[in-house]
């Protein structure tokens, strides 16, 4: 994709809540960034639980189905990013930043406490966007993932304080 087409992409883009049906979307966005990919069923089967939401990325002007989406898991006041996915070709262009966005907007009105994540300390470009949205590393969990070489890797555990939490905790 030229810079000048992923301008306009990502000002297209259109977010919604994330549903069963675009569990086959999903799991084909998450096949295409991951090397352990989800299928649709159990992305499907995680969105039937109540304390499950996700946002779904979508190009206004059609094309493939889905640019990205992330997953949210909800334990009390804190939650969890579960994944988030932005298509390899539409990488760069603010889609993950969006998403990440709307589930910190959801987190607000939620009143949540805090969000949770966990990230391959190799991974860069999502460690950068984090470190943006203001997550702090707060842990770690070494040997948590395996590379395609089968090298094991650690997890980084990131933080992101909210600013109103829930009363009455
Ligand atoms: C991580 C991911 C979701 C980011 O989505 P994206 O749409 O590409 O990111 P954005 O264009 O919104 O970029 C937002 C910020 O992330 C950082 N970032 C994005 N791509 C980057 C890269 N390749 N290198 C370094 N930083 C990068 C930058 O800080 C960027 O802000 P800037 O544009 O103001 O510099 C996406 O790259 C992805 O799907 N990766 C594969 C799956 C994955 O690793 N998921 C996270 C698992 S924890």
Redesign the pocket.
Known sequence: MKWWQGLWASAEVTLVSLTAEHARDAADVHAA??ARPWTDGEIADLLSRPNVFGYAARPAQGGVALT?FVLVRLAADEAEIL????RPD?????????LMDQVLAHAHRERLASLF????EA????L??YR?LGFAAVGERPGYYRDRQGDRRRAIVMRRDLASPRKGR
Do not use: P, S
């Open positions: 960034t991951f990205g994944t988030i996915a932005v539409w990488q760069g262009y603010g889609v993950g930043r969006r994540l966990e990230v391959d991974n860069a470009a999502a950068a966007l943006k």
